[in-house]
């Protein structure tokens, strides 16, 4: 019976310390990976996104001062260089207008010269006093007579030939074709626009900003611009100072600095809306918000996570403006701070990239 006993009790102690062994023997889980930035001191300052579109700085509508039938027109998507031809209107009769200017400009020279020679002639008969001073005055009145005729004449061949030179119409800049506004075949009249040519390599962004924030902008001033999913830098090419009466808004003109959308896409720039000021700042994916409050996770001297209860303020771009209990220069967590407990050991994740002026780091575990 006693031995019964025994045997049960050892049974019942074994069966309570195997759990307790397994445990102790049980590998420790590996500290969770982290990414981190540095908190430091930035220039913030609020920024409102206002619409905009993507132009080009030479689009035009090209026109000729001739009248007559296109002879030609460059295809819709024709890539055309400065000086080449983008349309052709038939110039046969421009061309017996200039043949006839030239023939009436050989006629009155022919005239011109008979009466040089012949008024050489009676000046030097009047030196013998052979004929009268009269015949000579109206020689010269002759000579100076044909001489303005050959002006006119002259210019006449010369509107002619401006005027063949218009019968072709040349791209003032380089660019491409994006419509045709007459046909092959058609009849244009003077100063009828022809085709539309647009240069792609020289864009810029157009943008109509409330008047409240003019006083913000400068030109040469770098500001983001968003299209899509992706965002660039722009820089303000020109701020025009005068405001549309009815919308209380202007023209706000930024060279785009990096990828190139397509002229027509929308856009957004973010507008600064007071001048920035210096504040402690971190990275906007190293807030935490709960209904308890905010709080962001700072790596401590031991290299366990640290919760910092702080106040938000003005964002700016991937910036957020903090008042709390932190230092320039402490190791936020940006990625991995939600799964995370106050004074959890973590293991700190490469990440080299530059974000809004904070710089993260691949910094090794404190200590």
């Known amino acids: 019976m006693h031995r019964q006993l025994r045997t049960r009790s050892l049974a019942l102690a074994l069966a309570l310390l195997l759990p307790a062994l397994a445990a102790a023997q049980a590998p420790t889980p590996p500290a969770p990976i982290v990414e981190v930035a540095k908190a430091d001191v930035a220039q913030i300052a609020p920024r409102r996104w206002v619409p905009g579109s993507v132009v080009s700085r030479d689009d035009a509508k090209l026109a000729t001062s001739a009248a007559g039938r296109l002879e030609f027109v460059a295809e819709v998507g024709t890539r055309i260089k400065a000086g080449e031809r983008v349309a052709k209107l038939e110039d046969q009769a421009i061309r017996l207008h200039l043949e006839d200017a030239r023939s009436e400009v050989e006629r ?8 040089q020679r012949q008024k050489e002639r009676f000046e030097s008969l009047a030196a013998n006093h052979s004929i009268a001073a009269n015949q000579v005055d109206e020689a010269r009145a002759q000579v100076e007579q044909y001489s303005a005729q050959l002006r006119q004449a002259e210019a006449r061949v010369r509107t002619a030939q401006y005027e063949l030179e218009q019968t072709e119409v040349r791209a003032p800049f380089p660019g491409v074709v994006s419509e045709r506004l007459a046909q092959r075949g058609e009849f244009v009249a003077t100063g009828a626009s022809i ?11 157009r943008v109509q900003a409330p008047l409240a924030l003019a006083e913000m902008l400068k030109a040469g001033m770098e500001l983001p611009v968003r299209f899509g999913e992706k965002i660039a830098k722009a820089r303000v090419r020109a701020v025009v100072p005068v405001g549309e009466e009815r919308s209380r ?15 027509g896409s929308a856009i957004e720039v973010a507008l600064p809306e007071r001048v920035p000021v210096k504040a402690m700042a971190v990275p906007r994916d190293a807030l935490v918000v709960r209904a308890d409050g905010t709080y962001v996770m700072r ?19 991937e910036l957020t403006e903090v008042e709390g209990s932190l230092n320039p220069g402490d190791l936020v967590i940006v990625r991995g701070a939600e799964r995370l407990g106050d004074g959890q050991k973590v293991q ?12 993260s780091t691949a910094a090794k575990p404190p200590g």
């Open 299 to 317: 790596i401590g001297g031991n290299g366990s996570s640290e919760r910092v209860a702080v106040r938000t303020g003005t964002s700016d771009g």
């Open 195 to 205: 085709a539309h040519l647009v240069d792609t390599s020289s864009l810029e962004a």
């Open 348 to 359: 700190i994740a490469s990440r080299s990239q530059v974000v809004a002026g904070v710089t």
């Open 249 to 263: 808004q202007f023209e706000l003109r930024l060279s785009l600095m990096d990828s190139l959308p397509l002229v």
């Open 108 to 115: 009155i020279r022919a005239q011109r010269a008979l009466a």
